[in-house]
């Protein structure tokens, strides 16, 4: 039997930083971000299908969000301002993007390929729940520019302004309800947190 390098692959995202252009105080690796991406995609269904009548499809949500970013185990994660710099290099950047997710699927075998390939290159997910993703993955990085933020490190704060700016350009209730009744904690310090059980 042939062996596969496909989750070994995967597996290789603890070793890449994102916001390489920026001092940190703490690093952040693609790996924690995209299983905080897949949390937060989980979050807004749910606020979503409770609150707002939605239908959203919780689970190819969260796979989505999961293997969002996986094609920068082969290319690195590209800075912001290059990767959205013009059109054209966007337009191209998304091709590299496309044939690093078709890389990866190939590493599987051929009877589990489709069950991947779909969530690395963001297939089969309808408009309105591929929105509430990238609303997640802003939502990650807004959280992220926070906590750099409380450890005394001003280099994020044009990071934060921005991607609050892009969240609400989003206009998204769900985004809306996260922003309100979730946000405002990740400025606390840990003994400030509320841990007392909600009231129903």
Known sequence: MEHSSF???????????????MRNTRWENLSEHSMETAMLSHALAVIGNKRMGRRYPLEKIVLHALYH????ILTGDLPTPVK?????LQGSYKAVEQAACRRLAALLPA??????????????LDGASQRLVKAADRLAALIKCIEEEKAGNREFLPAKESTLKALYSMQLPEVSVFLEEFLPAFSLALDELDTKETEE
Request: proline share 3%; glycine share 10%.
């Open 7 to 21: 989750f070994a692959m995967l597996f290789r995202m603890k070793y890449i930083n994102r916001w390489g252009l």
């Open 69 to 72: 970013d996986c094609s920068e």
């Open 84 to 88: 959205y710099g013009s059109p054209a």
């Open 111 to 124: 009877d589990l390929r489709e069950d991947f390939a779909l969530y690395l290159t963001g297939d089969g």
